[in-house]
Nanobody, 125 residues
Framework: QLVESGGGVVLAGASLRLSCAAS????????IGWFRQAPGKERDFVAS??????????KYAESVKGRFIISRDNGKKTVYLQMSSLKPEDTALYYC??????????????????WGQGTQVTVSS
């Protein structure tokens, strides 16, 4: 099970940190991704991180590169998404998801099999 938190309503230029807490073995040996979905739009890839400490293989969508940072704390079974310089177009419902066991970091939504319920991020101008 994955549970997101940390969303909120902020002004453009602000920062937020989203958390994705995992229960059981959901985080173990699985890549974790963040996706977002705005009203009336498809669910889009935001960032992903692998499970090997020697090669976390972080990936980012072009639209968030340089502004968002993904990280994980396996001891706390939590993955974070630090979001900075937020823009109104970042407004969406943000989901975290876990891949099948042993899969690498990927931007392919179809590789993710466990999903959280989402946390809303609203950025006003």
């Amino acid at each position: 099970q994955l549970v997101e938190s940390g969303g909120g309503v902020v002004l453009a230029g602000a920062s937020l940190r989203l958390s994705c807490a995992a229960s059981g073995g959901t985080l173990s040996s699985r890549a974790i991704g963040w996706f977002r979905q705005a009203p009336g739009k498809e669910r889009d890839f935001v960032a992903s991180i692998g499970w090997k400490s020697s090669d976390l293989d972080e990936k980012y969508a072009e639209s968030v590169k340089g502004r968002f940072i993904i990280s994980r704390d396996n001891g706390k079974k939590t993955v974070y998404l630090q979001m900075s310089s937020l823009k109104p177009e970042d407004t969406a419902l943000y989901y975290c998801a876990a891949t099948r066991f042993g899969r690498r970091s990927t931007d392919d939504l179809n590789d993710y099999v466990h999903w959280g319920q989402g946390t809303q991020v609203t950025v006003s101008s």
